[in-house]
């Protein structure tokens, strides 16, 4: 099946300072990807459409000022967490649909970024 | 999207056949079911799909009854490999953008 990275996996960070969270595509082309979050013991929570050539859609609470997406090409998306602090730890997951058909696969998930305040 | 109802929690024995319910009474008639998994700290796996006719791949099978308004995934084999939250989603398919909105999902421990 198509195969989607996420990178890091694990990251620290000190309260204040700005983390780059990537998801690629490896083996396909995606205009569109989505930006999940998920606290312990909680579902996925959709944070964000990423749209490649245009500007994200946000869902409802999220800050786009906070939650910095970038699309800038067919296989890649970046989240950036500014100015991080403890309540943004969290578990941070991206995906990706299959182009032209959306699914019926659905979408492929990255193994998530485990992100830690401090 | 149409919203899903899981039982939060499951226990099954290894070996056993693990069956999943998941109430979609709202379901439109484009929208399929689809089904993904999610093991610990992990991100969430595609396990199976289907619109109205039962399904069956390598991982698991889909019966979804005839009006459409509920389902259940049929685990045939559990191990303990098998432990993981389970999320059935309604979703309409055919553009890219369509995003998944995932519900609690059921929580499946597989004891030996």
Same mark, same amino acid.
């Given at each position: ?10 990251? +620290?960070?000190?309260?204040? *300072? ?87 696969? #659905? ?8 992100? *830690?305040?401090? | ?61 889909? +019966? ?29 398919? #055919? ?18």
């Amino acid at each position: 099946g198509a195969v989607v990275s996420q990178h890091p996996s694990r990251v +620290i960070c000190k309260s204040g *300072t700005s983390v780059k969270i990537e998801c690629r595509s490896l083996d396909f082309q995606a205009t569109t990807m989505f930006w999940y979050r998920q606290f312990p013991k909680q579902s996925l929570m959709l944070m964000a459409t990423s749209n490649e050539g245009s500007k994200a859609t946000y869902e409802q609470g999220v800050e786009k000022d906070k939650f910095l997406i970038n699309h800038a090409s067919l296989t890649l998306s970046t989240l950036t967490v500014t100015s991080a602090h403890p309540e943004d730890s969290s578990f941070y997951i991206c995906s990706a649909a299959l182009p032209g058909t959306g699914g019926p696969f #659905g979408a492929f998930f990255g193994q998530g970024t485990r992100l *830690t305040v401090v | 999207d149409a919203k899903t109802t899981q039982p939060p929690s499951m226990d099954c024995a290894e070996g056993r056949a693990a069956n999943l319910p998941c109430n979609h009474s709202t379901i439109s008639g484009n929208e399929y079911v689809y089904w993904y998994r999610q093991i610990h700290s992990q991100g969430p796996q595609y396990i199976i799909h289907g619109l109205k006719n039962n399904e069956t791949n390598e991982m698991a099978s889909l +019966i979804i009854t005839e009006d459409r308004k509920s389902s259940t995934l049929i685990l045939p084999h559990a191990t303990l490999r098998d432990t993981a939250v389970y999320y059935c989603i309604v979703r309409v398919a #055919g553009a890219a953008g369509n995003k998944l909105t995932f519900g609690g999902g059921t929580r499946v421990l597989v004891k030996p």
